[in-house]
């Protein structure tokens, strides 16, 4: 089976056209989302929708957890903020009932899903530094641990010869000893400085991860978030990749 995992879509529906055409490409049997689906940009129904039909395996998100009522928006930076009022706004009804739906966590034999950490889920925290990962790696359950919340593709390997960080290598072929924190990057809003959408195919059976970034419409983006009155820098971020 091959898993198209994507995470932190943000209702940016040009960045999820232009991965799916690339996975498509690729191939994949089916998807996984580490979550935080809406928020940012004003796609929130499309994407929504396109979740509920294509997504086998989805969680929730801080943003998505605003639109459940499970989460005070106060701490948000002023343009996440605004964007998730407005997102509340203008979802419709059925979108905010599926959201509503999400779990936390999804819990999938050998792999848990959850958009901020495992140890704490919807704790907010961010996986960020190798030394966080190794305190998760050491108390996960599961062998491997599939999130988002940084917006920052990578992935962290924990086996007997210590731990092993990889950020840009495309492929990564998972040993059957090793345990694995895999971080697919964000759809919607890269925040590493490249700005490409980013995501990964796992391909169970040959054990290999193939992780791919991918070009998108940015200018469309930039457009609809002035028509629609969102924060102006929630469009131009895009062309910095943060
Ligand atoms: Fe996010």
Redesign the pocket.
Known sequence: MRVLLIS?I?GNLPALEAVIGEAKRLGYDTVWCAG?IV?YYPWANEVCEWVRENVERCVL?N?DAVIAGLVNPEYFSSSAYEAIVWTMKNLSEENKRFISSLPVVEDLNDTLLVHDTPLRPMSMEYILYPQQALEVLQNAERRFTVY??T?IPVVYEYSSEGLNVYYNSQRVELKDNARYLINPG?VGQPRDGVPLASFAIWDREKKLLIRKRVDFDKERVLKEVLRRGLPPELGYRLFEGY
Request: no cysteine.
């Open positions: 932190d943000h935080d928020g998100g943003h988002g919340h917006h964000s």
